[in-house]
């Protein structure tokens, strides 16, 4: 009967084993790295697409703000009129005055800032992309947009429910489409109810509008103050012009 020798397996060594260890713990460590430059990568680029995003957004609502401010200067300035024009003897010219003044009254414009670049920078948890500054001078400017619009309410509401009924009982509403869109008024500028009564509700009415206006310019001066401040974080981070 055959005897079978089994063949002898010869022993690694520790400096055999200690070197294959060493290539998978090489392999595995150099692959964590890639991985974790490949995410940095990633992120990087992701955080200069949103900033990007960001940027135009806040450019734009810089130059709305600006122009914002300078109608509720000339709004102001139209209602303190009001008070003169309403109390001058009637003729053409002045009655146009008057109604251009009335115009400036009932109209409103609310600051209907960008927000889309931001909500979704937010809804992304994008923001751990950008600097504690960027992030404080986003939400800064988040919380006085708040605060605006808020004010922007209260004017509204004054106007829908005071301003316009006692409006409608004196002025044509067509005439002021005609200032609004057109060089010339082409429809009856009639002054109807100007008792002393109306006059005195009216102007009373109006000076509510006025401080609300102020309120809101002040307000408008903060926030393109801020909207500048996250314009320049944004420019200090990614060298935009």
Same mark, same amino acid.
């Given at each position: 009967m055959e005897v079978h020798h089994h063949a002898k397996v010869e022993k690694k060594h520790f400096k055999e084993h200690f070197l294959e260890f060493l290539m998978i713990f090489l392999a595995v460590t150099l692959g964590f790295f890639a991985e974790n430059l490949r995410e940095h990568i990633s992120d990087k680029n992701k955080a200069k697409m949103f900033a990007v995003s960001l940027y135009q957004d806040f450019k734009t609502?810089?130059?709305?703000?600006?122009? &914002?401010?300078? =109608?509720?200067?000339?709004?102001?300035?139209?209602?303190?009129?009001? @008070?003169?024009?309403?109390?001058?003897?009637?003729?053409?010219?002045?009655?146009?005055?008057?109604?251009?003044s009335a115009v400036y009254l009932v109209s409103t414009s609310p600051f209907d800032n960008l927000t889309g670049a931001y909500e979704q920078v937010k809804n992304t948890g994008s923001l751990r992309f950008f600097t504690q500054a960027l992030?404080?001078? &986003?939400?800064? =400017?988040?919380?006085?947009?708040?605060?605006?619009?808020?004010?922007? @309410?209260?004017?509204?509401?004054?106007?829908?429910?005071?301003?316009?009924?006692k409006t409608g009982e004196m002025f044509n509403f067509l005439v002021m489409d005609d200032l609004r869109n057109q060089d010339h008024i082409s429809h009856n500028m009639y002054l109807k109810n100007m008792t002393e009564e109306f006059v005195d509700v009216l102007l009373n009415q109006s000076i509510v509008i006025k401080h609300l206006r102020e309120r809101q310019l002040l307000v408008l001066n903060v926030l393109l103050q801020k909207a500048n401040e996250v314009l320049a974080e944004l420019r200090k981070e990614y060298n935009f012009k």
């Open positions: 609502d810089s130059v709305s703000l600006f122009r &914002l401010i300078n =109608y509720t200067n000339e709004k102001i300035r139209n209602i303190d009129s009001l @008070d003169y024009f309403i109390h001058q003897p009637r003729n053409r010219s002045r009655d146009s005055s008057l109604y251009r992030i404080n001078a &986003l939400n800064s =400017y988040e919380a006085t947009s708040a605060k605006l619009k808020q004010m922007e @309410d209260w004017e509204s509401k004054v106007l829908y429910e005071q301003v316009f009924p």
